[in-house]
């Protein structure tokens, strides 16, 4: 493996550690400025398309704010030249008690050190019911 290679490896972890600490600056130094986000849902055959530091930044923060508790569960990377794959298992509760929890994969593209793209795929399963709480 060679060094560049393993150092992109180790962007991608570093990537999802900051991703479940909820961590906009940490993901976002990742990323290079004018980064790419297609999101795994959206109207456009891509999901729906987001460009730039702030703006990026601000859809991951949306999804921290409405599931506290989400987290990716990353079952492998993989680095090939400039794209990096990354497969997970996404997890999460919804403010009306549902869970989500479902596998999916990023397809990055990588610009020297950082990710110049993140195209997200998430396989589209039912929300799992709320959890009874015990008094």
């Known amino acids: 493996m060679s060094d560049l290679q393993s150092q992109r490896e180790a962007l ?67 680095v090939f030249g400039d794209r990096g794959l990354s497969e997970w298992i996404f997890r999460g509760t919804a403010a009306n008690g549902t869970r989500i929890e479902a596998e999916g994969c990023d397809l990055f593209t990588f610009s020297g050190d950082r990710l110049s793209r993140k195209s997200a795929f998430r396989k589209d399963r039912p929300a799992l019911p709320a959890q009874a709480t015990t008094p």
Do not use: Y
């Open 12 to 78: 991608l972890v570093r990537l999802f550690e900051a991703f479940n600490r909820h961590d906009g600056q940490g993901v976002m130094a990742c990323m290079t400025s004018d980064v790419v986000f297609d999101t795994a849902v959206g109207l456009e055959m891509f999901g729906r398309r987001i460009t730039g530091t702030a703006d990026v930044q601000a859809a991951f923060e949306a999804v921290w704010g409405a599931m506290p508790d989400v987290s990716w569960t990353c079952t492998q990377h993989s």
